[in-house]
């Protein structure tokens, strides 16, 4: 069964940083490109970042270039997304999601307020 | 880049169906999609990918209930026999140049 479990989410101030990690489970991680995906309270689905299954492709949404870095450890079977700089407007529940062309699966999501 | 158009909501009545549409920008009308479910409080799941023949491939546990269709730039998700659990956010999904792209999602009531 696949599984994708986030952490690391939670409080941090204007300015701060955070790391979100990714632990993947009941597929052969190495294989599949990865995203982030995030959803703003009350709000849809917004694409973040995507990482190829090598790491030798890497994307950024243009609200995060620059501030937030995807990354992935395939020995470890984790996603990693390290974000700096960050704003209210990056509240948002963050999901880790399997890229199959389109998202074929879906973490649980983990909760990231910026708020002073 | 696609932009993928939802309507904001739709109903329809426990034990009927509903068609939802999905539409694609003009010149990306041959992309192939995914349609996600959102219950309330809950991740986002996968339901299907749909490609511009209309055919399409369903996740893993998804009922028979759920089905999809195409017709030019326009992508369906029908559910029939609507059940009070199928109350949910309802997105669409496409990629384009190294980027996804999302539909601003459908509100189902279930009546």
């Known amino acids: 069964e696949v599984q994708l479990v986030e952490s690391g989410g939670g409080l941090v101030k204007p300015g701060g940083s955070l790391r979100l990690s990714c632990a993947a489970s009941?597929?052969?991680?190495?294989?599949?490109?990865m995203n982030w995906v995030r959803q703003a309270p009350g709000k849809g689905l917004e694409w973040v970042s995507s990482i190829s299954s090598s790491s030798s492709y890497i994307y950024y949404a243009d609200s995060v270039k620059g501030r937030f870095t995807i990354s992935r450890d395939n020995a470890k079977n984790s996603l990693y997304l390290q974000m700096n700089s960050l704003r209210a407007e990056d509240t948002a529940v963050y999901y880790c999601?399997?890229?199959?062309?389109?998202?074929?699966?879906w973490g649980q999501g983990t909760l990231v307020t910026v708020s002073s | 880049q696609p932009v993928l158009t939802q309507s904001s909501s739709a109903s329809a009545s426990l034990g009927s169906s509903v068609k939802l549409t999905c539409t694609l920008s003009s010149g990306h009308s041959s992309y192939i999609i995914a349609w996600h479910q959102q219950q309330p409080g809950k991740a986002p799941r996968y339901l299907m990918k749909?490609?511009?023949?209309?055919?399409?491939n369903k996740g893993s546990g998804v009922p028979d209930r759920f089905s999809g269709s195409s017709s030019g730039a326009d992508r369906y998700l029908t559910i029939s026999n609507l059940q009070s659990e199928d109350e949910a956010d309802y997105y669409c999904e496409t990629w384009d140049s190294n980027t996804q792209v999302f539909g601003g999602g459908t509100k189902l009531t279930v009546l």
């Open positions: 009941g597929f052969t991680f190495s294989s599949y490109s």
């Open positions: 999601a399997r890229d199959f062309e389109v998202t074929d699966y």
């Open positions: 749909l490609e511009g023949s209309g055919s399409y």
